[in-house]
């Protein structure tokens, strides 16, 4: 069961595509979007993270904090990061493995990967929105937007 509204985000650090430890708690006083996405260069993830690069980052407010999470080795995602242009915090929960899913309550067991997990949490550590998707089905980042528009 995913984390749920009006509680604490459960505080975590893991390594960014150039191996610079990122700790969410670090982010108090900003808006978070908590990305979870299951591999790296699959279709659905790709196309998700294209739309965060393309039509997200770069229209949010300065206070708000584009956060993504998957499995993968930092080495992927740097790879990864490298070949899209994502310029955004891709974050390593490769060892232990899946840890930080599983405490946002979006590890899929049997698949070995986080679910399509997306938690909005205000500068006080909070989760005001969540939303969790299928693996297969991508999630709308328009509803970001309306979301954070609201917590403004």
């Known amino acids: 069961m995913a984390v749920e ?3 604490q ?17 670090d982010h108090r006083g900003k808006k978070v979007v908590l990305i979870f996405y299951p591999l790296a260069f699959s279709g659905v993830c790709s196309g ?8 997200f980052v770069a229209t ?34 490769f060892w232990p493995h899946g840890e930080v899913a599983r405490a ?19 500068g006080e550590g909070v989760v005001r929105w969540s939303v969790v998707n ?3 089905q991508a999630r709308d980042i328009a509803e970001y937007r309306k979301v954070l528009a609201e917590l403004s």
């Open 60 to 93: 949010v407010p300065e206070d708000v904090q584009v956060l993504t999470v998957s499995v993968d080795s930092m080495f992927s995602h740097r790879t990864w990061a490298d070949r899209e242009g994502y310029n955004f915090p891709l974050l390593s929960d």
């Open 5 to 7: 509204v009006g509680r």
């Open 104 to 122: 946002y309550g979006v590890f899929d067991e049997k698949k070995g990967f986080a679910t399509r997990g997306t938690f909005i949490i205000d």
């Open 48 to 55: 998700e993270l294209n739309a965060i690069r393309d039509e």
């Open 134 to 136: 299928p693996t297969p």
């Open 9 to 25: 985000a459960p505080d975590f650090e893991l390594k960014d595509q150039y191996g610079t430890p990122v700790k969410l708690s």
